[in-house]
């Protein structure tokens, strides 16, 4: 199964990251969210990541207009989903927010059409036992920036079938991605191994045992990490940070996965990081 037409939900920083992936390498998109002020500042976003792309050589100038042309803008989700063989979930980290988005994808979408959700660590069975397709339920997590990072974690739940895996496989492959298959645990491989790095850097942060700068130029200099953790905490966002520790948490029992004080200061704060110009670092 080919897929060429593809809705992408939620038009944040994740979502607009898709819908230009996937509107570049030639597939026909429904951008889709509730507020048109976010669609409007979708396009541009993706608008000026392509500027960005010609500038360094990494696309020809004529290619803008063209993706530009495939992303289609809309508020309407049912209308979205019962036109296209794919639909991607890509609402933020909140795991009843997540239900609630995917429960109406299901009851709009043709039989036939795949549901994948962009989650970074809630269970993909049980986001597909809201479903009456479990079987066409799949994880499809992205990193961020989607246009730079190759990486697709695909994640099978207990029901997922094969045939939809097979699918999903081949459009991250068509996209220019490398698919990882991961099983479903909390977390998955990324943010398993990623958020406890994060939530101990904070721990040193508050704990006295260094600046935030002197962290992530120790782990950028001594480890060869192109980000320090923090400046990658401010840039996933604080709260999807929280979110998903909080996941993990939950869900394996173990408190090395407990979230800092720090970082549940910073969220209650609305220092979300990069997004809301204050996190770990300030941003002009």
């Known amino acids: ?44 976003t993706i608008s000026t990541n392509l500027d960005r792309q010609i500038k360094k050589g990494l696309v020809e100038a004529s290619a803008k207009e063209a993706t530009l042309g495939r992303i289609e803008l809309s508020t309407d989700l049912a209308s979205a989903a019962e036109r296209v063989q794919l639909v991607i979930e890509a609402v933020p ?5 997540k239900y609630d988005v995917v429960e109406a994808i299901d009851e709009a979408a043709s039989e036939g059409t795949i549901i994948a959700t962009n989650t970074s660590s809630i269970s993909i069975t049980e986001i597909a036992a809201r479903t009456k397709r ?45 698919a990882v298959e991961v099983n479903d645990f909390p977390g998955f491989v990324a943010n398993r191994v990623l958020m406890p790095m994060i939530n101990e850097a904070v721990f040193a942060l508050m704990e006295g045992v260094a600046e935030a700068s002197a962290i992530d130029t120790v782990m950028k200099l001594g480890m060869n ?22 996941v993990l948490h939950r869900d394996l029992g173990d408190d090395r996965y407990r979230p800092c004080p720090l970082l549940r200061k910073y969220v209650a704060a609305g220092w979300l990081g990069r997004k809301a110009r204050r996190g770990f670092h300030t941003y002009e």
């Open 225 to 246: 990490h192109p980000m320090g953790p923090l400046e990658l905490a401010d840039l996933i966002g604080l709260d999807t940070c929280l979110s998903i520790l909080e």
């Open 1 to 44: 199964m080919k897929i060429d037409r593809i809705a992408v939900v939620g038009a944040g920083t994740m979502g607009n990251g898709i819908a230009h992936v996937a509107a570049q390498h030639g597939r026909t998109v429904v951008l889709v969210d509730v507020a048109s002020e976010a669609l409007d500042r979708a396009r541009a």
């Open 93 to 97: 980290e909140q795991t009843v927010l």
């Open 134 to 178: 479990p079987d066409k339920v799949i994880g499809m997590h992205f990193m961020n920036p989607v246009p730079v990072m190759q990486l697709v974690e695909v994640i099978r739940g207990l029901a997922t079938s094969d045939d939809t895996t097979r699918a999903v496989v081949e459009l991250a492959e068509g996209l220019g991605k490398t």
